[in-house]
């Protein structure tokens, strides 16, 4: 082999030469709470979108996706406010993605709290970004004024925030929307199980981004979509920097269906939010009774402190079971510093299910 061939690596931009490539264990697991999906599948409005499919495939979906951003407005109660716009990608990671290239060059910051969502730093790193991570307080809010100080062009939010699964208060997240020096971005993949959303502030706020996924509660994790809710200007230079045809067509017309007001759309869905909320709080009880100590949550999962995180993980695992283990997390956080920096992560879904892994848990734990 000649060294041209050898030397393929050197080619790459460093950024990507350095990252390691981005795995998860996806083998057949007869519970799998790991991924915060929903456990009762898709919305049945959804399933027969897919069914036909295979009648409209062969073409391309609409440029520009005015049903789909529409229908999303009138599902945010957004549809009637004046400016605001939606831009939609290949989940919400791709609209996070195109939002970091839209409003960073290589070498600009990024600030966030920690821990957070493992997909930031990743992106940032692909986008060239400098990472600047805040330890949440230890009422696991945002420290608001720290993160404004950062003066970074990017600020990350997460509420419900993964992996702990609780909220930011609507005071933190107000105060670094309104003083950032640069974008906001407030993530919110799991604001239908939270008790309240934060996405109207977009009305106010300029430089605020609210993203939402339609892989949680949507039931919609394998179709990837996602979008961005924001004021016109900004959502119109994320659209730029994501570029055009991201967003499948079936991923488009099962969404659509998804947000129909009927019994097997949108009804459906918060049937099924209702549920997860319901049993998380049961579960949560049920951990606690076990002498675990959960984080309050918000989300469809709930965050379980645990030192011997990867070795219960293993062990879960050899008995079909998969829960999401974390390792390495900031300590700053009471509950953290005591596990270590360790801990397992459980979506919610039938109670069934959750009494095959509390019963997993009793024996292992
Ligand atoms: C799951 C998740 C998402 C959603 O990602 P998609 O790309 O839309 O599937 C986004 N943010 C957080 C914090 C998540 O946990």
């Given amino acids: ?178 003083n950032a020096r640069g974008v906001v971005l407030l993530d919110e993949a799991y604001a239908e199980f939270a008790p309240e959303s934060f996405a109207s502030l977009v009305e106010r706020h300029e430089r605020l981004l ?3 996924t339609f892989s949680k509660a949507f039931g919609l994790a394998g179709l990837r979509l996602g979008y961005a809710v924001g004021q016109a200007p900004l959502i119109q230079l994320v659209e730029r920097a994501r570029g055009p045809y991201k967003v499948n067509a079936i991923a488009e017309r099962a969404a659509l269906a998804a947000l129909e007001e009927t019994e097997s759309g949108l009804g459906w869905v918060r049937q099924h939010a209702a549920r997860a909320v319901a049993i998380r709080d049961r579960l949560a009880s049920a951990l606690t009774a076990m002498g675990l100590a959960p984080l309050p949550s918000a989300a469809n999962f709930v965050f379980v402190p645990y030192a011997r995180a990867e070795e219960l993980a293993a062990a879960m695992r050899a008995r079909e079971m998969r829960v999401r283990a974390f390792v390495g997390l900031p300590t700053d956080l009471l509950p953290l510093r005591q596990s270590g920096g360790a801990g397992i992560r459980i979506g919610v879904g039938p109670w069934e299910t959750m009494e095959r892994v509390l019963a997993g848990l009793e024996a292992l734990s």
């Fill in 1 to 178: 082999m000649s060294a041209d061939v050898l030397d393929v690596a050197a080619l790459a931009r460093d950024a990507v030469r350095a990252l390691p490539l981005y795995t998860a264990d996806s083998s057949a697991c007869a519970v799998d709470v790991s991924d915060n999906t929903n456990l009762w599948g898709i919305p049945p409005a959804a399933r027969q979108v897919l069914a036909e499919a295979a009648n409209w495939a062969s073409r391309y979906p609409p440029a520009h996706s005015t049903a789909l951003n529409a229908g999303i407005l009138r599902y945010l109660a957004l549809g009637a406010a004046d400016d605001v716009r939606i831009v939609t990608g290949c989940g919400s990671d791709d609209v996070i993605d195109a939002t970091m290239r839209a409003f960073a060059e290589p070498g600009d910051g990024i600030a966030f709290s920690a821990p957070s969502f493992s997909m930031i730093p990743i992106f940032a790193k692909l986008n060239g970004l400098a990472v600047t991570s805040i330890p949440l307080t230890e009422r696991y809010d945002v420290d608001a004024e720290r993160l404004v100080g950062c003066g970074a062009k990017l600020t990350y939010l997460c509420s419900p925030n993964n992996p702990t699964g609780t909220s930011l208060s609507r005071d933190a997240i107000e105060y670094v929307a309104a």
């Fill in 210 to 212: 609210v993203t939402r």
